[in-house]
């Protein structure tokens, strides 16, 4: 080959060398356009992906109300922790602020919906954040939930489901149920219904109100650890209780008593929480005060006016308290005409045939030890419920003396007043009335006055430090329209065989019926009738006022169903200047201080209280839990417990 062509073959490659190069880098340069837009096309993908999803936390918000209320949101993303029969729960990923919950109610009732997801799903949906209350319970709060889901994708399945542990993650406030119960009586203060939850729609305070921490779990899958029932089941089969942690107010049997606080604001113990129908459709098992039971785990929901916890399945009782109700240790003095022993019993709507009376007079003979008088209360007419215009109670009161004598041996006298037929409150058709029972042996109605009637006004007469009454017994300021539609106080002068004096006033109060719970909207809750049980204790304070005027050393028991805590001040006001409490001068202990279980609390509807001449000489006093202690609901045969005390009188 020559020199040329050896020249021209160089040329050729360098030229084959050179156009390689040129369309590598074209390659080169094409291949990073196009990589530069598809870079850009996945950063605008994450982007709208991220400006488009909601998180549970941003729906739940810090405040009671939802600030997405009424949006439409996308990709809300979730496990799923629970199903209901009307849709199911998701947790959202965990915020560092505790007021925000991470659970959401998706509502549906379609089953293509039920059937797409599954417990421990991790999905991703759309729908409409709504805030939702039966237009039927005005007083409910709103629950926050999620409607209409669509778009549902399921991301992956059998994720492990993990509750929050309360007394270890979280744990209730132990006092207080909301900022909004303002005034000296807390959730008892009046005015009631000044303020409600869903107009302030304050940002939450978890760690200090009961209501705010039960909110900022709203949704929630939780864990009660080592739970304690603190009353007998509803009849929906619900049941309140609190788990293994602090507590307040915690009495012998292991329920939660209403106290006062070391404020001095009452303590309506906002650590409890009631337990709803289980989600699997297992059944609650039935409870009692102090009942221990397996773990619950269960969703925090709002309804029916109180935060619950569904269970996913029904507990179990793994503890019972002991069911032996101790008699009282006070016993009648027979010979000592200073010393009076005293029982004060609701007896719940008695009629002459009803099923308890013999029960009840066994209480009296063998757990209160026949006192020297009872205060009784719901004594119903001798037709009992049957509307029929019968007034008289003689053949009711007539059988519980009797069967009182047969298991005793000790025959009571009665004395009571005839209400106007249908007048003073209770079961339709029952004339429910207060009435005494009395040992003759020990004491004896003062003479020289008539029996007052219904309607008649009894007054206060006599000299200084002799003070009488113009009808004994007789009715205390029946006219007055503060004692409409309820039981007029019943007031008897008493004297023993060597003539030392006694009054006594027996006393059932307007009932609550119409009152608000107390997780309502309303703050503080509606506590009905209020201004009428205030106005009925101001009548009887106004009563006791004139007897002591004319004696400052009388001997008076004021005793019965006050319908009423002694924690709400503004009622007992009136009376409180004027005797005292004997739970207070016996020092039994606050936690001990109740005669009635209802909801979360053991509380005092029914007190006695004692004149100064009384508290002076020192007293004895014992609560007899022979109803509220009942290992079942169905044992129990009234509502309220009795009590016993032991007085001087000189």
Same mark, same amino acid.
């Given at each position: 080959?020559?020199?040329?062509?050896?020249?021209?073959?160089?040329?050729?490659?360098?030229?084959?060398?050179?156009?390689?190069?040129?369309?590598?880098?074209?390659?080169?340069?094409?291949?990073?356009?196009?990589?530069?837009?598809?870079?850009?096309?996945?950063?605008?993908?994450?982007?709208?992906?991220?400006? $488009?999803?909601?998180?549970?936390?941003?729906?739940?918000?810090?405040?009671?109300?939802?600030?997405?209320?009424?949006?439409?949101?996308?990709?809300?993303?979730?496990?799923?922790?629970?199903?209901?029969?009307?849709?199911?729960?998701?947790?959202?990923?965990?915020?560092?602020?505790?007021? /925000?919950?991470?659970?959401? %109610?998706?509502?549906?009732?379609?089953?293509?919906?039920?059937?797409?997801?599954?417990?421990?799903?991790?999905?991703?949906?759309?729908?409409?954040?709504?805030?939702?209350?039966?237009?039927?319970?005005?007083?409910?709060?709103?629950?926050?939930?999620?409607?209409?889901?669509?778009?549902?994708?399921?991301?992956?399945?059998?994720?492990?489901?993990?509750?929050?542990?309360?007394?270890?993650?979280?744990?209730?406030?132990?006092?207080?149920?909301?900022?909004?119960?303002?005034?000296?009586?807390?959730?008892?203060?009046?005015?009631?219904?000044?303020?409600?939850?869903?107009?302030?729609?304050?940002?939450?305070?978890?760690? #200090?109100?009961?209501?705010?921490?039960?909110?900022?779990?709203?949704?929630?899958?939780?864990?009660?650890?080592?739970?304690?029932?603190?009353?007998?089941?509803?009849? %929906? *089969?619900?049941?309140?209780?609190?788990?293994?942690?602090?507590?307040?107010?915690?009495?012998?049997?292991?329920?939660?008593?209403?106290?006062?606080? +070391?404020?001095?604001?009452?303590?309506?113990?906002?650590?409890?929480?009631?337990?709803?129908?289980?989600?699997?459709?297992?059944?609650?098992? =039935?409870?009692?005060?102090?009942?221990?039971?397996?773990?619950?785990?269960?969703?925090?929901?709002? =309804?029916?006016?109180?935060?619950?916890?569904?269970?996913?399945?029904?507990?179990?009782?793994?503890?019972?308290?002991?069911?032996?109700?101790?008699?009282?240790?006070? #016993?009648?003095?027979?010979?000592?005409?200073?010393?009076?022993?005293?029982?004060?019993?609701?007896?719940?709507?008695?009629?002459?045939?009803?099923?308890?009376?013999?029960?009840?007079?066994?209480?009296?003979?063998?757990?209160?030890?026949?006192?020297?008088?009872? %205060?009784?209360?719901?004594?119903?007419?001798?037709?009992?419920?049957?509307?029929?215009?019968?007034?008289?109670?003689? !053949?009711?009161?007539?059988?519980?003396?009797?069967?009182?004598? =047969?298991?005793?041996? &000790?025959?009571?006298?009665?004395?009571?007043?005839?209400? !106007?037929?249908?007048?003073?409150?209770?079961?339709?058709? *029952?004339?429910?009335?207060?009435?005494?029972?009395?040992?003759?042996?020990?004491?004896?109605?003062?003479?020289?006055?008539?029996?007052?009637?219904?309607?008649?006004?009894?007054?206060?007469?006599?000299?200084? @430090?002799?003070?009488?009454?113009?009808?004994?017994?007789?009715?205390?300021?029946?006219?007055?329209?503060?004692?409409?539609?309820?039981?007029? +106080?019943?007031? /008897?002068?008493?004297?023993?065989?060597?003539?030392?004096?006694?009054?006594?006033?027996?006393?059932?109060?307007?009932? #609550?019926?119409?009152?608000?719970?107390?997780?309502?909207?309303?703050?503080?809750?509606?506590?009905?009738?209020?201004?009428?049980?205030?106005?009925?204790?101001?009548?009887?304070?106004? %009563?006791?006022?004139?007897?002591?005027?004319?004696?400052?050393?009388?001997?008076?028991?004021?005793?019965?169903?006050?319908?009423?805590?002694?924690?709400?001040?503004?009622?007992?006001?009136?009376?409180?200047?004027? @005797?005292?409490?004997?739970?207070?001068?016996?020092?039994?202990?606050?936690?001990?201080?109740?005669?009635?279980?209802?909801?979360?609390?053991?509380?005092?509807?029914?007190?006695?209280?004692? $004149?100064?001449?009384?508290?002076?000489?020192?007293?004895?006093?014992?609560?007899?839990?022979?109803?509220?202690?009942?290992?079942?609901?169905?044992?129990?045969?009234?509502?309220?417990?009795?009590? &016993?005390?032991?007085?001087?009188?000189?």
């Amino acid at each position: 080959m020559s020199r040329l062509e050896d020249f021209g073959t160089v040329a050729c490659a360098q030229d084959v060398i050179q156009w390689t190069i040129t369309s590598s880098r074209a390659v080169f340069t094409a291949v990073e356009a196009i990589m530069a837009r598809l870079s850009s096309l996945m950063f605008w993908t994450t982007y709208v992906a991220v400006v $488009s999803s909601t998180s549970v936390t941003d729906i739940q918000g810090i405040a009671w109300l939802s600030p997405l209320a009424s949006q439409t949101v996308q990709n809300v993303t979730g496990l799923v922790t629970a199903k209901a029969s009307n849709g199911f729960y998701i947790a959202g990923e965990k915020s560092d602020d505790i007021r /925000a919950s991470n659970g959401l %109610f998706i509502f549906s009732s379609s089953s293509s919906v039920l059937k797409s997801v599954s417990v421990g799903d991790s999905i991703s949906l759309s729908g409409k954040v709504s805030e939702f209350r039966s237009s039927s319970s005005p007083n409910n709060l709103f629950t926050t939930e999620l409607d209409s889901p669509t778009n549902i994708t399921v991301l992956s399945s059998n994720n492990t489901v993990t509750p929050v542990v309360l007394g270890k993650d979280r744990s209730p406030p132990t006092q207080q149920f909301s900022a909004l119960d303002v005034g000296p009586d807390g959730f008892l203060s009046v005015p009631n219904n000044s303020s409600r939850i869903d107009s302030v729609n304050a940002t939450l305070q978890p760690d #200090k109100f009961g209501m705010d921490f039960w909110e900022s779990l709203e949704g929630q899958l939780v864990t009660i650890p080592k739970p304690i029932a603190t009353a007998f089941q509803n009849s %929906f *089969g619900e049941f309140w209780v609190y788990g293994d942690w602090n507590t307040t107010g915690k009495n012998s049997r292991g329920g939660l008593s209403i106290t006062f606080g +070391p404020d001095g604001i009452p303590d309506g113990n906002p650590e409890t929480v009631i337990i709803g129908s289980p989600l699997d459709k297992t059944k609650n098992p =039935q409870t009692a005060v102090g009942i221990g039971l397996t773990d619950i785990t269960g969703i925090v929901v709002y =309804q029916f006016g109180f935060f619950y916890v569904l269970p996913l399945t029904a507990p179990t009782i793994i503890s019972t308290p002991d069911p032996t109700i101790p008699a009282s240790s006070i #016993k009648p003095v027979p010979n000592d005409f200073c010393t009076v022993t005293f029982g004060d019993y609701n007896v719940e709507n008695m009629a002459p045939t009803s099923s308890h009376l013999p029960t009840v007079a066994g209480h009296i003979s063998h757990l209160l030890n026949t006192p020297d008088i009872m %205060f009784l209360q719901e004594i119903q007419d001798n037709s009992g419920p049957t509307d029929d215009g019968t007034v008289d109670a003689n !053949v009711t009161l007539t059988n519980l003396v009797n069967a009182i004598a =047969q298991i005793s041996n &000790v025959t009571y006298q009665f004395a009571s007043i005839n209400p !106007v037929n249908d007048q003073d409150g209770g079961q339709p058709g *029952g004339n429910i009335r207060t009435a005494f029972l009395y040992r003759p042996e020990k004491l004896k109605l003062v003479g020289g006055s008539p029996v007052g009637g219904s309607l008649d006004v009894t007054g206060v007469t006599g000299g200084f @430090l002799n003070p009488k009454l113009s009808f004994n017994p007789g009715r205390i300021d029946p006219l007055n329209g503060a004692w409409n539609s309820t039981r007029k +106080p019943l007031i /008897a002068h008493w004297e023993t065989k060597f003539g030392q004096n006694l009054f006594t006033i027996n006393v059932h109060l307007s009932s #609550k019926d119409g009152s608000s719970s107390t997780q309502g909207d309303a703050r503080p809750p509606v506590n009905s009738p209020i201004d009428a049980r205030t106005a009925q204790v101001t009548s009887i304070a106004t %009563f006791v006022e004139s007897l002591l005027h004319k004696n400052p050393l009388a001997n008076i028991v004021l005793a019965g169903d006050f319908n009423e805590y002694v924690q709400t001040r503004s009622v007992y006001k009136p009376i409180t200047s004027l @005797l005292t409490e004997i739970d207070e001068v016996a020092k039994i202990p606050v936690v001990e201080r109740y005669s009635y279980v209802f909801d979360q609390n053991s509380q005092q509807l029914d007190h006695a209280l004692v $004149s100064l001449a009384i508290k002076l000489r020192g007293v004895e006093f014992e609560h007899v839990h022979v109803n509220n202690w009942s290992p079942s609901l169905s044992v129990r045969v009234s509502d309220h417990d009795p009590s &016993v005390g032991r007085i001087r009188i000189c």
